[in-house]
């Protein structure tokens, strides 16, 4: 079945630092998008690409869409304490199922 | 708050028992989806609907079911429940449930078998 690979599992950085994960697959998607996890809580949406090359910014952090359409990265700079958190990629395809990769858990030491 | 609504938010039940979940999406969205996080099995998709009708089916098992109701709102219904069902429950949202549409996610529904 489509498998999403996401890396790395996870990270330790410095306040300050900055941030990339990424998902791969052997599939190809139409849509990739990343989502933040709080404990206890729901995924929240941070970025959705819909086409391939697509580079898209949410504030802090910048997303872009693969050209091979089997990949996409998250970068968050200059990270803050309260980007703590598990960030997952999804990527959809036609059918509209979601397939999610396994999470990038992110802690931020002050 | 994302405008999805899942209730019970916190549910301790024993094996073999049975329970529903239910989930109202966001307002004007057609497609519901419900997704299982575990510990050891991250995010897994259970099963999509959109407009009342079953439309894609994931990794959900054959004692669980579930359905989406004229007015939207949807239900999972879990039985026989085994301890390795216990789990967080999300149901998620989206407008027409196609590729180009962005899945919102409820707060979920803690589920504890003991």
């Known amino acids: 079945g489509q498998q999403l690979n996401q890396s790395p599992q996870s990270m330790f950085i410095q306040e300050g630092e900055d941030v990339s994960m990424n998902c791969t697959s052997s599939?190809?998607?139409?849509?990739w998008l990343w989502y933040k996890q709080d404990p206890g809580e729901g995924p929240v949406l941070l970025i959705a690409?819909?086409?391939?090359?697509e580079l898209t910014s949410n504030g802090r952090l910048t997303a872009q869409f693969g050209i091979t359409r089997k990949d996409s990265f998250l970068n968050i700079s200059a990270s803050i304490p309260s980007d703590v958190g598990i960030y997952f990629c999804?990527?959809?395809?036609?059918?509209?199922?979601?397939?999610f990769g396994d999470g990038t858990t992110l802690t931020v030491k002050p | 708050d994302s405008g999805v609504t899942q209730t019970p938010k916190h549910l301790i039940t024993a094996t073999g028992q049975r329970v529903t979940l239910r989930c109202s999406p966001r307002?004007?969205?057609?497609?519901v989806y419900w997704y299982q996080q575990s510990l050891d099995q991250g995010l897994q998709f259970l099963i999509q609907?959109?407009?009342?009708?079953?439309?894609a089916k994931g990794n959900i098992l054959e004692r669980f079911s579930a359905q989406q109701f004229p007015d939207l709102h949807s239900e999972l219904n879990l039985s026989s429940l085994e301890l390795g069902d216990s789990a967080l429950y999300f149901c998620?949202?989206?407008?027409?449930?196609?590729?180009?549409?962005?899945?919102?996610f409820g707060e979920g529904s803690w589920l504890t078998v003991v």
């Open positions: 998620a949202s989206s407008a027409t449930g196609l590729a180009g549409n962005t899945i919102y």
């Open positions: 599939s190809i998607f139409n849509t």
């Open positions: 690409l819909y086409k391939a090359g």
């Open positions: 999804a990527a959809n395809t036609n059918a509209g199922k979601s397939t």
């Open positions: 307002s004007g969205d057609l497609s």
């Open positions: 609907y959109y407009n009342g009708e079953e439309r």
